[in-house]
């Protein structure tokens, strides 16, 4: 009989185990339901008006304070043309509505959440300087708000804005930009609602972060109320500093140019008879930097003042355009060359010296005749007047210097390196040519210390 009982004992202390499982598990499972409860409680008409803003810290009259704080999850294009970025990011707010207490049921209810957002008060943030925007619907809404026990709303979502950046362009493409992203109250004043900053770490970027032809190198979060008409609103913005990349336009730009001015200098090593193979060079290669310069100038925006970009491109093409004016002054040397060549052989120089010497003057002449008359004895009238330039010593004087003079400045000068290599080419053509192998590539290459010099002490410039 006893074991029957004790067996009937253990039996039923196990049916009351699995009673009192059953119901902590009901009471687990039913314990969701509290929520609509509170949300019924707090939110139940007559209980909670959405258009009135709660009240200050410490229950006071003063302003409602919302502290921001964003996740840029990614910024899909910088365009330079529009002067606007695209960006997308999760957006939070957090405020204080002591009308939204509630009991959080001894910590098992840590928040309620909701996903409409007309059912509480909300802040009239706006961004100021937004151009296109919208929400992310898919799957659902990519919104929520969550209300804590104490009375904390949060209200997080995600959203793609395309904003205004201007720029200025006049180190492009060796700048850095700063856009900004302004978040502003549009009808409350700053004695009703105030924006600030998240304390700690109010504005968090995703890591690994690409961007085309930029990269961020720094963020900043300020204050920018602005005081209009109506009143002073609050207002928050970020500053993104953006550093273009180099390489993208080292390759696409400089080093094609440097290589089209440096095929214009091809011609100077052919032959000057060459015409229509260096005329055909010299055309090619400044219609290809004019269409380089036109494709450069398609991709910026028409400002009013000049580019790093403008002043090399515009030197390059100053450099083609040379190497083709320099081939119309050699052709023009080479037929004046051969201009000469051909009155040399018309003329010879022998001939040319008689006919020199039959037009000097006659009083040049006279001594070497006067002493001929002088050495047969004749005394007549034209000896009197072969002798007479004798009397007319100071004349003679004059002469003789001035003939000394030309003596001295006939005598041969040392010659310098430059003209006696130059002696080596006789024609005129030739040495143009000569000439412009040196001076072109030594002016360019002046330039191009003068450019990047310039140019990168004025990008550390404006970092610091």
């Not at 609602?193 to 720094?218: A, C, I, S, Y």
């Not at 515009?314 to 081939?327: D, H, K, M, R, Y």
């Not at 051969?338 to 040399?344: G, L, V």
């Not at 002469?399 to 130059?422: G, Y």
Request: proline share 5%; glycine share 4%.
């Amino acid at each position: 009989m006893w074991p029957g009982v004790l067996k009937l004992l253990v039996l039923l202390t196990f049916l009351l185990h699995l009673s009192r499982c059953a119901q902590l598990q009901k009471k687990v499972v039913n314990f969701r339901e509290k929520e609509k409860e509170v949300l019924d409680d707090i939110l139940g008409p007559g209980r909670y008006d959405a258009r009135i803003r709660p009240s200050g810290e410490n229950g006071t009259d003063g302003p409602a304070i919302v502290r921001v704080n964003l996740f840029v999850r990614s910024i899909a294009t910088i365009s330079d043309i529009k002067m606007e970025y695209s960006v997308q990011l999760t957006f939070r707010e957090q405020w204080l509505d002591e009308r939204l207490r509630f009991s959080d049921f001894k910590g098992r209810l840590k928040y309620l959440t909701l996903t409409d957002a007309s059912r509480v008060w909300m802040p009239d943030l706006f961004f100021s300087n937004e151009k296109e925007g919208h929400f992310h619907n898919i799957i659902m809404p990519n919104v929520y708000i969550r209300i804590f026990p104490n009375g904390f709303v949060l209200y997080s979502i995600r959203i793609s804005l395309t904003l205004s950046c201007p720029m200025n362009l006049k180190l492009y493409p060796l700048d850095r930009q700063v856009c900004s992203l302004r978040m502003a109250s549009y009808g409350w004043t700053t004695d009703d609602l105030v924006f600030l900053w998240k304390e700690g770490d109010p504005v968090q970027v995703v890591k690994n972060l690409h961007l085309p032809r930029f990269t961020l190198e720094k963020f900043y979060t300020d204050y920018c109320n602005s005081k209009t008409n109506t009143g002073e609103y609050s207002c928050l913005k970020v500053d993104l500093l953006f550093k273009r990349e180099f390489s993208y336009y080292l390759i696409q730009i400089y080093i094609p140019c440097c290589m089209l001015v440096i095929v214009s200098w091809v011609s100077f090593w052919l032959d000057q008879s060459a015409v229509p193979a260096r005329v055909s060079l010299g055309v090619t290669t400044l219609l290809t930097m004019a269409t380089q310069t036109s494709g450069i100038n398609a991709s910026l925006p028409p400002v009013s003042y000049t580019k790093a970009i403008d002043i090399w491109t515009g030197v390059c093409l100053t450099f083609v355009f040379g190497a083709l004016l320099e081939f119309a002054l050699v052709n023009y040397a080479s037929r004046s060359d051969m201009h000469s060549d051909n009155i040399e052989k018309k003329y010879p120089p022998s001939e040319t010296e008689q006919s020199t010497s039959m037009d000097l003057p006659s009083d040049q002449v006279e001594p070497d005749n006067s002493s001929n008359f002088a050495m047969t004895g004749y005394d007549g009238p034209l000896q009197h007047s072969l002798q007479k330039p004798l009397v007319r010593q100071p004349e003679d004087t004059m002469s003789m210097d001035r003939m000394q003079h030309c003596e001295l400045h006939m005598q041969p000068r040392k010659k310098n390196c430059c003209r006696s290599w130059l002696s080596k080419f006789p024609t005129r053509s030739k040495r143009i040519d000569v000439i412009s192998r040196i001076f072109f590539p030594i002016v360019f290459a002046f330039f191009n210390l003068t450019y990047w010099s310039t140019y990168l002490f004025r990008e550390e410039e404006q970092d610091e």
